[in-house]
C-alpha cells in the first residue's frame, strides 16, 4: 500500500525495392552515414541452460542492461517485430469474445505469428482499470489542494479487468508471442473523444469540455483539455490524479511481475504537455516547450524525491511540489524488478522534435518512440508526399539513434536500449518498404500500427494490417521480413529485400551467447517455392525450408554470414 510519498505496498546495407524513387532514398540514407551502434552484450552467467537447438525460441524474459540492445538470458541480441492491438472504447481491452468488435483470440494469435511477428503492444487503459463512480469536474476531485484518496478505487473492478487482460496474455504466449503492455490515451480521457483517464479525473477548472472540428487530433487544442492535462501534470488537486495513476499501475505489474510472456510496460501512450498550438492538418498540434512545462513528464516518471536532469543543459529538474515522492518508474520497478520499462518521450517528438526526456538514474529502461510524419491525409493516415513523408521519419530513426547515448546514467552507462513501439498506420507498401529498411540498417524492433481497425476513434481509416474482409493490407510484404529474432552476437549489418527475398546478415559472434542465432524466414509471403539459406562461419541446424532458421556459431569463427534467397539451393 502506498502513502502520499511512498510506492503503494550500425552499419549500412543494401536495400531494393520496386520503385526508383524508393531506391534513391535508401541509398541516400546508406550515404548519411547511420550505423549500427556496437551492441554491448552482457556476458552470460549462471548456469548454462539446454534448449532444443531444432528451434533456439524466445522465451522467459527479456533484459534491458545498457547499451544499444535488448538481450535475452542466453547473451543474444533480440529484435522483436509485431502489432498494435488497442481497444479504446468500452471493454477497453481486446480479449478473445467471437462476434464482439474487441475479440482477439487464438486465431489472431496464429495469423500474427505466421507473420513472424513475436510481440503485441497490447492497449490497457486507465478508465478501464479504475473506472470510478464519479463525473468530470466533481468538487471532491477537482478542488485545488493537498492530494489525498479520492475514493474510487475497486478492487473488484481492477481485478475483473487485469483478468480479461492476462486471458489475452496467455493467448498471445500460447503462439510465442511476448506482450508490451501499453497504457493507452489519446487526448487524454474519452471526455474528449478520446480515450485514457477515466471522467472523474478530468478537471477543466470551468472550461467547458469540447471537442474542436475536424481530425480528432485537434483537440489537443482544446482549453479545457489543457486545464485537465495540466492539474494532472501539477497534481494539484484533492483527486491526487497521478497519485491514483501510480496506483493503476501498481496494480498491473503486481499482476503480471512474474509473467514469462510479458515484455516490459509502456508507462503512458504519446504524453503529451500544457501548452500547444495547432499547426499541422495530420497531427493537429505541434510546440515549443519552456523548461517548466518540458519537466512535467520526466518527474512523473521519476518521482520529486529523486528527480532526472534536464536534457536541455543537464540541471536537476524542479517537480511540482504535489507529485508523488516517488514516480512512476521507481513504482513499476519496486513492483517488478524483472520487466523493462519502454518510457516514450513527448508526443511531438514523432515527428522529428528532439526528445524531450532526460538522464534518469534508472535501471532496467528502453527509449521508446512512435515515428510519423506530417505528409499523410488526415482521412487514410496514406502518405500524400511519399519521398518528403519517408525523408521525415527517416530522420527521427536517426535522432532518436543519436540521442540514446545521451540519456545515459549510472545506473545505465551505456545509455537505454532504443526500440519504435509505433510507426505505419498506412497501407502504403512503398512507405513501409522504406522505414522496415531503414530499422534494419540502424538495428532496431519495431511494432507497427495496427493488427486491426477496432472502431479506432483517434486513428485513421487506413490504419489496420487486416482489412475488414479479414485480407491483409498491401504492406504485409514490407512487414513481414526475414529478419534476426536473436543473435548469438554483435550484428553490424542486416538486410532484406522484399522483392526478391533476398536476406543477409552479418555479425561478430560472441562466445559467451549460450544460444544459437534465431532467423524468422517468412515462407508463405516470400518464398512460395522454397528458399536457400547459407552460412559461413556458421552451421545451420534447422530442417531445409523451415521458417526458423537457426544457426549455431563455428568455434574458430571471427564473422559469421547468414544469407537467404529464393528458390532451390
Request: proline content about 10%; hydrophobic content about 40%; aromatic content about 8%.
Amino acid at each position: 500500500m502506498r502513502g502520499r510519498a511512498g510506492v503503494r505496498g550500425r552499419r549500412g546495407l543494401r536495400v531494393a525495392t520496386g520503385a526508383a524513387v524508393i531506391v534513391s532514398l535508401v541509398a541516400a540514407g546508406a550515404a548519411a552515414g547511420v550505423l549500427l551502434a556496437s551492441p554491448r552484450v552482457p556476458p552470460a552467467s549462471g548456469p548454462a541452460v539446454t534448449e532444443p537447438l531444432a528451434r533456439a525460441p524466445l522465451r522467459g524474459p527479456l533484459l534491458a542492461a545498457g547499451g544499444p540492445d535488448i538481450t535475452d538470458r542466453w547473451g543474444r541480441v533480440v529484435y522483436l517485430h509485431g502489432v498494435n492491438a488497442v481497444y479504446k472504447l468500452p471493454p477497453y481491452v481486446l480479449s478473445a469474445d467471437p462476434g464482439q468488435p474487441w475479440n482477439l483470440d487464438g486465431e489472431d494469435a496464429a495469423r500474427i505469428a505466421s507473420l513472424g511477428f513475436d510481440v503485441v503492444r497490447l492497449g490497457i487503459v486507465w478508465q478501464g482499470i479504475e473506472p470510478g463512480t464519479l463525473g468530470p469536474n466533481d468538487p471532491r476531485i477537482c478542488t485545488p489542494g493537498a492530494p489525498r484518496d479520492p475514493m474510487q478505487w475497486n478492487q473488484a473492478a481492477a481485478d475483473g479487468y487485469l483478468d480479461r487482460v492476462a486471458a489475452t496474455v496467455a493467448t498471445l504466449g500460447a503462439h510465442h508471442i511476448y506482450t508490451l503492455l501499453d497504457m493507452h490515451q489519446d487526448v487524454y480521457s474519452s471526455a474528449f473523444g478520446g480515450e485514457g483517464a477515466p471522467p472523474w479525473a478530468v478537471c477543466t477548472g470551468g472550461a467547458p469540455i469540447g471537442r474542436l472540428p475536424g481530425r480528432w487530433s485537434n483537440t489537443y487544442a482544446d482549453p479545457g483539455l489543457n486545464a485537465a492535462v495540466g492539474h494532472f501534470w501539477t497534481n494539484d488537486v484533492v483527486g491526487d490524479l497521478q497519485g491514483e495513476y501510480l496506483r493503476a499501475w501498481q496494480a498491473v505489474a503486481e499482476r503480471f511481475r512474474s509473467d514469462p510472456w510479458v515484455v516490459g510496460y509502456d508507462p503512458m501512450n504519446e504524453p503529451f504537455t500544457r501548452a500547444v498550438v495547432v499547426t499541422d492538418p495530420f497531427t493537429g498540434p505541434s510546440t515549443d516547450f519552456d523548461p517548466e512545462v518540458a519537466q512535467d513528464l520526466e518527474c512523473l516518471y521519476t518521482g520529486a524525491a529523486h528527480p532526472g536532469r534536464s536534457e536541455a543543459d543537464g540541471s536537476v529538474l524542479q517537480c511540482p511540489p504535489q507529485d508523488p515522492a516517488i514516480g512512476l518508474i521507481p513504482t513499476l520497478e519496486e513492483t517488478d524488478p524483472t520487466h523493462p520499462v519502454f518510457f516514450e518521450p513527448d508526443i511531438f517528438t514523432s515527428r522529428g522534435r528532439p526528445n524531450d526526456v532526460g538522464p534518469m538514474d534508472l535501471p532496467n529502461l528502453v527509449f521508446n518512440f512512435h515515428d510519423y510524419c506530417g505528409y499523410r491525409s488526415p482521412v487514410t493516415g496514406d502518405p500524400t508526399d511519399l519521398v518528403a513523408c519517408a525523408r521525415q521519419e527517416m530522420q527521427t530513426m536517426r535522432l532518436r539513434v543519436r540521442e540514446r547515448a545521451g540519456i545515459s546514467s549510472a545506473a545505465q552507462p551505456a545509455g537505454p536500449p532504443l526500440f519504435m513501439s509505433e510507426f505505419g498506420a498506412t497501407t502504403s507498401e512503398p512507405l513501409l518498404a522504406l522505414l522496415t529498411a531503414d530499422a534494419d540498417r540502424i538495428g532496431i524492433g519495431w511494432i507497427y500500427w495496427a493488427w486491426k481497425y477496432y472502431d479506432d476513434p483517434t486513428g485513421s481509416s487506413n490504419e489496420a494490417l487486416v482489412l475488414p474482409s479479414g485480407a491483409f493490407s498491401p504492406g504485409v510484404r514490407a512487414l513481414a521480413r526475414t529478419y534476426p529474432m536473436a543473435v548469438a552476437g554483435s550484428p553490424s549489418s542486416i538486410s532484406f529485400d522484399p522483392d526478391s527475398g533476398a536476406f543477409e546478415l552479418v555479425y561478430t559472434p560472441n562466445p559467451a551467447a549460450r544460444a544459437p542465432t534465431l532467423v524468422f524466414v517468412p515462407v508463405s509471403v516470400h518464398y512460395p517455392h522454397g528458399y536457400c539459406a547459407a552460412a559461413s562461419g556458421g552451421t545451420i541446424l534447422s530442417a531445409k525450408g523451415a521458417t526458423d532458421l537457426v544457426v549455431r556459431n563455428d568455434p574458430a569463427a571471427a564473422t559469421v554470414v547468414v544469407t537467404v534467397r529464393a528458390g532451390a539451393c
